[in-house]
C-alpha cells in the first residue's frame, strides 16, 4: 500500500459513487457499456484478461491494514490500480452501498464492457465449443464457466441467455468468465456462426439413444445444453443444411436429468480426455 496520505470518498452525493451505485441496475450498466467485479481473484482474473479498467474502489479500513485471504490477488489489483491511477478508497459504509448485495467483498472494479460480438470471436483450428440454451439462472451461468475453464473449453456461446457479465455469473464463476471468450445470440445467429465455420453440432437430450461414452467427440464441435427444468425442446434441431445428433449422459438413478453445470463438466472434460488420446 502506498504510504502517502490517500484521498477518500466520503460522501454519496460524489458523482462517481452515485454512477457506481447507478451501474448496479443491469440496464444501466448495459447501456453505459460497463462491467461491475466484485472481489480480489474475480478482479485480478479481469485484469489478467486485459479487460480495460475504469476503476478500483476499496475501503478505507484496508489502507493500512490486511486485504483478506486474497492477499496475493490484492497486491496485484492494487499495483495495476496505482500505475494506471486508477485506485480510490471509500468509507467502509460508502463501500457497502457500491458493492453487490451492498455487502462488501473488498474491492468493487469497473470494467469497460468487453467486445463480445460474434465478429469478435477468433477459435483455435479445432475449438471446444459449449451452447448454453436459454440459461435464466446466472449462478448456473458462471458454474459451466468455471467446469469449462478447467477442461479446457475455447469458447462459450450463449443462447438468448441471461447476461454472462451479472454479478453472480462473475462470483459464481471466480472470475474465469473472463478467461473464455463468450458471446451471447440469438439461436438462428449462433447456427450460423457455427455452419460458417464448419463446426459438427451435438445437442444433450435425455431422450437421445446416443450414449455419451460412445460418441466422437474430435474435432471442430460445438455441444449444446439447455436448462434443467426445460432441456432443449424442439430448440437446436438438425436442418437440411446442419445435421444435429443427439447425445445423453448416461445415468444409473431414478434422476432423468442434471444440474447444466454438472452436465457440461461431465461432457467437456469426456471431451478433454479424448482429445487428449489423439
Known amino acids: 500500500m502506498s504510504e502517502s496520505k490517500p484521498v477518500v470518498f466520503r460522501s454519496s452525493a460524489n458523482p462517481t459513487l452515485r454512477h457506481l451505485i447507478r451501474m448496479r441496475d443491469n440496464r444501466s450498466r448495459r447501456k453505459a457499456n460497463r462491467v461491475l467485479v466484485d472481489g480480489w481473484r474475480e478482479t485480478s482474473q479481469a485484469l489478467r484478461a486485459g479487460m480495460e479498467l475504469c476503476g478500483i474502489y476499496v475501503p478505507e479500513s484496508l489502507i493500512h491494514g490486511e486485504k483478506d485471504e486474497f492477499r496475493d490477488a490484492a497486491q496485484t489489483v492494487v499495483d ?128 437421445s439413444a446416443k450414449n455419451l461414452w460412445k460418441c466422437d467427440l474430435d474435432g471442430p464441435l460445438a455441444i449444446v445444453l439447455g436448462s434443467e427444468a426445460r432441456g432443449l425442446k424442439d430448440r437446436w434441431q438438425s436442418s437440411g443444411s446442419a445435421p444435429i445428433d443427439g447425445i445423453r449422459i448416461p445415468m444409473a438413478g431414478v434422476a432423468d436429468s442434471l444440474n447444466i453445470a454438472a452436465s457440461a463438466a461431465i461432457i467437456a472434460f469426456e471431451a478433454a480426455r479424448q482429445r487428449a488420446q489423439r
Not at 95 to 119: C, D, H
Not at 146 to 155: F, I, L, N
Not at 168 to 183: A, H, K, V
Open 80 to 207: 495495476i490500480a496505482q500505475d494506471q491511477q486508477k485506485l480510490n478508497w471509500v468509507t467502509d459504509s460508502l463501500m457497502e452501498k457500491i458493492s453487490y448485495g451492498q455487502s462488501s467483498r473488498g474491492v468493487v472494479a469497473e470494467f469497460v464492457r468487453p467486445n463480445t460480438s460474434l465478429n469478435s470471436l477468433s477459435l483455435p483450428k479445432n475449438p471446444l465449443i459449449l451452447v448454453l440454451d436459454e440459461i435464466e439462472k446466472p449462478g448456473n451461468i458462471g458454474a459451466v464457466f468455471r467446469s469449462a475453464d478447467a477442461a479446457g473449453v475455447d469458447c462459450i456461446l450463449l443462447s438468448d441467455c441471461v447476461d454472462q457479465y451479472n454479478p453472480n455469473s462473475i462470483r459464481s464463476s471466480l472470475g474465469t468468465i473472463f478467461q473464455i471468450p463468450s458471446c451471447n445470440a440469438t439461436e438462428s445467429e449462433l447456427r450460423d456462426f457455427l455452419e460458417k465455420h464448419s463446426i459438427k453440432i451435438l445437442a444433450a437430450r435425455v431422450e
